[in-house]
């Protein structure tokens, strides 16, 4: 399949923007045509889950209706209105001997992605990739076979109504763990692999990969609450961050408060959250200011308990978060650097210095500044869609677009020169 894949990327990475953009269009109409298929794959899907015992969350992440479908297919046509970068010169230069150096964006040639029940990645990484004038390999997982075969349906079909091979966008899900295992094997073969989901698949990949890896890290996500912090503003963005989608990488996981706004802050963001069937872990601090309330009748409806260590290191994916009170700021950055997955990070300050300092020290892919971490997104930063979420600093950080699908060769243009 790896090979199928390379030989129909030659012929892709030759063609046109013009040829690739009504590829993506009229993959983006297919998909709105034939949604309430795909959809009626997904709650078949969403059912098996819903039996199996997955959580709420992760279930959230699987169902693919038709409202989603559109959105997704939205996307499509976004990418298909940005720039291309194959082709692009990115830097160059004339040699003293006259020589013209050029260094230019190429494909990267076969994307592998494992993920696990998200669909939308399906269609998200089959438009970067053909936009980027790549094949691409999918492992999307068990949980969401039907979906994603009812969306490579669709999507090769296309593919081949445009004249293209449809072992641009093939799947692996047919043979199970076994076509992860020798998607890991396939150095050579295939020329990037990118790992999407829960902490364990990513290790797993990472450990196990002889071909080149990207690591898309979990997101044990923070928000600073800094002594100079809009603490009207902050509620609802920790609120927006937390609750919105529980069970994607970019929602916030724990929340650092300054001891200073502490007192004051605590009980206001505990009962919000409280509000939202939000579970609280806490530090001993936290515990006594919200436990001390109401005449040390605590906060009605607040499921709260003491955190324990792994708490901090956790990505709970779920209505759950873990709040400490720090002394300073210096000690929340350090406390960040030390449990972060290095996903995203968030201040919430009105002190200049305070928010330089901490966008300097914090040593994570995106920092928010008063503003919700849930804007981590490849869509939301304008590039279209997105691969994943790179949490590593080779060759990609952040959200992975169009460029971060490319590599880049140089092409040297003589007129006879010869090295004395």
């Not at 093939?170 to 692999?193: C, E, H, K, W």
């Not at 939202?276 to 906060?299: C, K, M, P, Q």
């Not at 000690?331 to 901490?358: K, L, M, Q, V």
């Not at 997104?377 to 869609?385: I, K, Q, R, T, V």
Request: charged share 20%; hydrophobic share 45%.
């Amino acid at each position: 399949m790896a090979t199928a894949a390379s030989q129909a990327q030659q012929k892709l990475s030759k063609a046109s923007t013009e040829a690739k953009n009504e590829l993506l269009v009229g993959i983006a109409d297919a998909l709105v045509e034939q949604a309430s298929d795909i959809e009626n794959a997904n709650d078949l899907d969403v059912q098996d889950a819903f039996e199996s015992g997955m959580d709420e969350g992760l279930i959230d992440r699987l169902r693919f209706n038709v409202e989603r479908v559109a959105a997704t297919a939205q996307g499509v046509r976004n990418v298909a209105a940005l720039a291309d970068p194959v082709g692009e010169i990115v830097r160059g230069n004339n040699l003293p001997n006259g020589m013209r150096l050029n260094q230019i964006r190429v494909p990267l040639g076969v994307v592998g992605m494992i993920y696990e029940a998200r669909p939308n990645v399906t269609v998200d990484v089959a438009s970067l990739a053909l936009k980027s004038g790549n094949a691409v390999l999918l492992r999307g997982g068990h949980a969401a076979k039907r979906t994603n075969a009812a969306i490579l349906q669709v999507v090769g079909s296309v593919i081949e109504g445009h004249g293209f091979d449809s072992a641009l966008v093939a799947s692996v899900d047919a043979y199970g763990r076994q076509g992860a295992t020798a998607m890991m094997q396939a150095r050579g073969y295939i020329d990037l692999l990118v790992p999407r989901g829960g902490a364990g698949l990513i290790r797993a990949v990472v450990e196990q990969s002889k071909v080149p890896v990207i690591e898309t890290g979990a997101g044990n996500v923070h928000i600073y609450v800094d002594a100079s912090g809009n603490l009207d503003e902050a509620v609802p963005i920790i609120l927006n961050a937390k609750t919105q989608r529980v069970g994607v990488c970019n929602s916030a996981e724990k929340l650092l408060v300054h001891r200073d706004v502490a007192d004051t802050f605590i009980p206001v963001i505990a009962k919000a959250l409280a509000m939202a069937n939000v579970v609280l872990r806490v530090d001993e601090s936290t515990y006594d200011i919200v436990a001390g309330l109401n005449g040390g009748n605590g906060i009605e409806g607040l499921d709260m308990q003491h955190a324990v260590e792994e708490d901090w290191d956790t990505e709970y994916l779920a209505l759950k978060m873990g709040v400490r009170i720090v002394d300073s700021m210096q000690e929340a950055i350090e406390h960040i650097n030390a449990h972060s997955t290095g996903h995203t990070e968030a201040i919430i300050s009105e002190d200049y210095s305070a928010i330089e300092e901490f966008t300097k020290s914090v040593d994570s892919a995106v920092i928010m500044v008063n503003a919700s971490t849930r804007f981590t997104d490849g869509g939301m930063f304008g590039l279209g869609a997105e691969l994943g979420i790179s949490t590593q600093k080779m060759h990609a950080r952040g959200p992975m677009g169009l460029q971060e699908l490319t590599t880049t060769k140089w092409i040297g243009y003589g007129t006879g020169q010869v090295r004395a």
